[in-house]
């Protein structure tokens, strides 16, 4: 049966004989909440039963008319108690009817997040919640800034319909490795910063790849852009291993200063772009000798400023940059 109210909720908690650990939570029954406590008297009931919990209320109404609200933020359950009610839930599936969340704050052990209906991620949602391993929004179109930031656990990232992802969203994942954005148009400054096991990236149609926005991934291997009309100064400062791929698209992006900056190993940039009518030079590999051509022939354009492309002082021996001939049908 589900539990609908405080009375129920107690009785389950007080016979459960798991949930004395965030190991070892409590798998609560479908919560179909319709006490008139709302969110403060959930999670005060829990705080009051010293359990740690699993809850699933994907079939809770919200929204007009229902004791919840159709968006979650802190002030979901604000007294200290359910403050400290919220520090033991380890695993959270929200109401489907759920459309945006705030801040996750005090929500200190928790592990898992569904939102199946969410399509909004407020600013610092997630920020510093270092337990956090796996996320589901499969609706979500905006992701704003430092949503997940600091969240050292999280392994995975998958945003089918995110189309925006804010500055900061997800710095400092250090455990982040495979993320997957093929609605994304904008991305953010600072948005994967530091994130030091990412190795591929794939934004089939991201626009705008903001300032510093891969800085200090350093075990990134490919990066796929076919659509990019403007990379940002240091997008990829201090980045990469030693067989960095940089795939862009048949259209010349506005490339901006230093965004390969301090490269330290050897890395491989392809640029599939139209050499000739790019003004990027002629067709042909760069490096070693020829890197002195290609630095001339527009990796270090007057319009760029500081030192260009990459360190003045790194791309004989470091980069070689392979321009492609332009598609069929290219102007």
């Known amino acids: 049966e589900p539990i609908r109210n405080v009375s129920e909720l107690q009785t389950f908690l007080n016979q459960a004989g798991s949930g004395a650990s965030a190991n070892d939570p409590c798998v609560l029954p479908p919560v179909i909440w319709t006490d008139t406590g709302g969110w403060n008297a959930l999670f005060e009931t829990i705080n009051a039963a010293g359990k740690y919990v699993a809850l699933d209320m994907s079939k809770t109404p919200v929204g007009e008319g229902c004791v919840l609200p159709a968006a979650f933020s802190y002030g979901c359950g604000s007294t200290d108690n359910a403050r400290a ?11 489907d009817g759920i459309n945006s969340i705030g801040d996750f704050l005090n929500f200190n052990v928790i592990k898992n997040v569904t939102g199946v209906g969410v399509e909004a991620i407020g600013d610092s949602a997630f920020y510093g919640c270092v337990d956090l391993e796996t996320i589901n929004f499969p609706s979500v179109v905006t ?8 969240c050292a656990s999280l392994k995975n990232a998958n945003f089918p319909l995110a189309e925006t992802i804010g500055h900061h969203a997800f710095r400092n994942c250090a455990s982040l490795k495979n993320v997957d954005f093929p609605s994304a148009v904008m991305i953010g400054s600072e948005t994967f910063r530091d994130c030091a096991i990412l ?3 794939n934004f089939p149609l991201a626009e705008i790849i903001d300032a510093l926005a891969f800085y200090g991934c350093t075990s990134l291997e490919t990066v796929n852009l076919p659509n990019v009309g403007i990379i940002k100064e240091k997008a990829f400062q201090v980045s990469g291993n030693a067989t960095l791929a940089v795939a ?4 010349a992006p506005s490339l901006e200063r230093d965004i390969f900056y301090s490269v330290n190993v050897s890395k491989t940039i392809t640029v599939n772009i139209p050499a000739v009518n790019s003004g990027y030079g002629t067709t042909g590999t760069y490096s070693g000798a020829n890197s002195t051509a290609c630095w001339a022939n527009g990796f270090r354009g007057g319009g760029w400023g500081g030192s260009g492309f990459v360190d003045a002082s790194k791309i004989n021996q470091n980069i070689t940059v392979i321009l492609q001939e332009a598609s069929s049908g290219a102007e």
């Open 248 to 251: 862009l698209g048949q259209t």
């Open 143 to 150: 992701i704003d800034n430092h949503s997940f930031r600091d």
């Open 85 to 95: 009610g919220k520090g033991r839930v380890v695993s959270f599936v929200l109401p």
């Open 199 to 201: 190795e591929a990236v």
